[in-house]
């Protein structure tokens, strides 16, 4: 083990190494965003579906859950 590694100051991440964490970074933030549209979505889809269903079957319980 060097000093640099004793005392946590290793060599300086190249150019290529940083912009490929950044990069990583930001791909990343975007997925996490895409996921999350996805799933409020998918939330409204199936919010709609059930008020539908519910008014379609008279069915206080559907409706009722369609309200939370």
């Known amino acids: 083990m060097n000093d640099s590694m004793k005392t946590g ?3 300086p991440a190249s150019p ?3 912009e490929s ?3 990583a ?3 990343r933030a975007h ?3 895409r996921t999350s549209w996805i799933g409020i979505a998918t939330n409204v889809l199936l919010a709609g579906f059930k008020a ?3 008014i379609l079957s008279s069915s206080v319980a559907i409706v009722m859950d369609y309200g939370e």
């Open 52 to 54: 539908v269903v519910g």
């Open 9 to 11: 100051q290793g060599s």
């Open 25 to 27: 970074s930001t791909d």
């Open 21 to 23: 964490t950044k990069r």
């Open 31 to 33: 997925q996490i965003i």
């Open 16 to 18: 290529a190494e940083t």
